[in-house]
């Protein structure tokens, strides 16, 4: 049964990251290749509140939300200059200078050895030590993060960010600050990417760099795009998908010699079929371009 | 507005030189000029995606919407500050919002909206949603007024190209725009709704009071609408007067020689 929650407190982080790269990559139109370093940063800021300083979960979590979403908006100021491409590439350099400061940085980070010991939350006197128990705590997070992003997008604030996404031009010239909503969506985004990093780190109790790589970046897109961007409901069924077809493909009898590599490459058919016969994401209503 | 002695050389073109004109409220200025002549520059230059080289470009106090009843300067301004002082532009290739509904489209264009700013939507909520009302139904009637009200829930995208462009109008309408600079309004667009369009831009400047600038290459549509039309080649304007007049100008038969 243990093993049943695991997977469900799993997709419930992919929710959560693959609901705030929506923000950037489905509403504001901003194809975003550092999500994992937020991810990555909120794990490791409330990790090392709580293992180097004792801090308690909560506190942490809060710190380590406002501490990676005041990093998101730094690193905002230059990325949303660019566009198509080179924004692409610049969220790709910022995801390869985090994941080298969390892999060198030795005396803060304890570079590849990464953390250990990181206690699971204890709130209001009750410890959440159990694996159902943590799922609970990581559904209210996510129902959070939902009725957060739902907020924000069926707002005039998600509308203007999804005209900013249509034609930038011509959201300028009906006198909207263009850079303000697209780099308001990018901070928020990586605030609650950070969210689900507190989640993780307190969940896995060790974390290390090499959760937090480009790779992983890459899989949370997949989230997002497979589910259907721009839409509230896609990265849901995106991160159901995503975490429970590897799972799945246990059940199916093979060699076991070739087993792993089989069940990679039906996974990766199965990705490149749904993109060939449903572009626009399963629950999308348009292709992302 | 006012537009005060432009100039813009790209390089050792020149696009605009000493360009003067004057586009008074409730009446439609047509710009028409063959191609190279400048119009194009001379609306970047007005929508502040480019800025001349020297010159003026000043909203006088009728087509100024803050109401102070003073001359205000709006070169250099970036473009969505000039969009705020009520100058809208219709691009020539619309520009339209395609996954937003023709309604949601309007709506964008509205200005002074709190729940632009994500803080407010999470903690003003009911001051969002009290202007965010207003908001809908202004977007409503201006799409009504462009008569596309059966229309406001079909993504842009599924609206023909002449219809895209109502929307495009009724978005400058809900953002207040008093100067309305129109890129060939009409291009593109077929027969029927080529009348349409004409008819509303006459309504915009007659009824409405707001400075109608259009630039066109087709001369049936300055005959029809135009109220004061300057011809441009080379950069300068050449002739100014009434449409009767500018078309039976010289100079104006040797651009358009099937006329």
């Known amino acids: 049964m243990n093993y049943v929650f695991h997977i469900f407190t799993i997709i419930s982080l992919y929710v959560i990251l693959g609901l705030s790269l929506n923000l950037t990559v489905g509403y504001g139109g901003m194809l975003s290749l550092c999500h994992a370093a937020f991810y990555g940063m909120g794990a490791y800021a409330s990790a090392l509140l709580m293992v180097n300083a004792g801090w308690p979960f909560l506190p942490s979590f809060a710190i380590a939300v406002i501490v990676v979403g005041m990093l998101a908006y730094l690193i905002s100021i230059p990325s949303v200059r660019f566009h198509g491409d080179f924004f692409v590439l610049a969220t790709l350099g910022f995801q390869i200078i985090i994941f080298s400061i969390l892999y060198n940085w030795v005396t803060v980070t304890k570079g590849p050895y990464g953390i250990a010991d990181i206690p699971r939350p204890r709130l209001w006197g009750l410890s959440i030590a159990s694996t159902p128990a943590f799922f609970v705590l990581s559904l209210v997070v996510t129902l959070g993060v939902w009725g957060l992003t739902r907020r924000l997008v069926k707002s005039p604030y998600g509308r203007t960010l999804e005209a900013v996404r249509d034609d930038e031009l011509a959201a300028l010239a009906l006198g909207k600050d263009v850079i303000h909503f697209k780099r308001s969506a990018f901070c928020i985004a990586g605030s609650l990417a950070a969210a689900a990093g507190v989640l993780f780190a307190s969940y896995a109790r060790s974390i290390d760099p090499t959760s937090f790589t480009l790779d992983e970046s890459v899989f949370i897109l997949c989230v997002v795009i497979i589910g259907g961007a721009g839409n509230m409901k896609g990265p849901i069924i995106g991160a159901v998908i995503l975490v429970s077809l590897p799972e799945l493909l246990r059940l199916v009898p093979m060699p076991d010699a070739v087993a792993a590599n089989m069940r990679q490459g039906i996974y990766g058919l199965l990705l490149v079929l749904l993109m060939r016969f449903r572009p626009q994401g399963i629950a999308g209503k348009y292709a992302s371009d | ?259």
């Open chain 2, 1 to 259: 507005m006012e537009i005060d002695s432009l100039n813009k050389r790209f390089g050792g073109v020149v696009a605009l030189d000493d360009v003067t004109l004057d586009f008074p409220a409730g009446v439609v200025t047509a710009i028409i000029g063959p191609n190279g002549a400048g119009k194009t520059t001379l609306f970047n230059v007005i929508a502040g995606f480019l800025k001349p080289d020297s010159g003026s470009v000043a909203l006088l106090p009728d087509s100024d919407t803050d109401g102070s009843g003073r001359r205000f300067d709006i070169i250099g301004l970036p473009p969505n500050l000039i969009a705020l002082r009520g100058v809208g532009v219709l691009f020539q290739d619309i520009r339209i919002f395609k996954r937003l509904s023709g309604l949601e489209n309007v709506a964008v264009g509205a200005k002074n909206q709190p729940g632009e700013k994500p803080l407010n939507c999470l903690f003003q909520p009911a001051r969002v949603m009290a202007r965010e009302k207003e908001v809908i139904e202004k977007a409503r009637q201006y799409l009504d007024y462009v008569g596309l009200a059966d229309k406001a829930h079909l993504w842009a995208e599924q609206l023909s190209y002449g219809q895209q462009k109502l929307v495009a109008i009724a978005r400058l309408l809900a953002g207040d725009a008093k100067v309305l600079l129109l890129d060939e309004p009409t291009s593109g667009v077929d027969p029927d709704m080529v009348g349409k369009l004409l008819a509303l831009i006459q309504r915009l400047a007659d009824t409405d009071g707001r400075a109608v600038i259009i630039i066109e290459h087709n001369l049936n549509v300055v005959k029809r609408v135009g109220d004061w039309v300057y011809l441009m080649a080379g950069g300068c304007i050449e002739v100014f007067g009434k449409p009767e007049e500018v078309l039976r100008d010289s100079t104006l038969r040797e651009m358009f020689p099937t006329l």
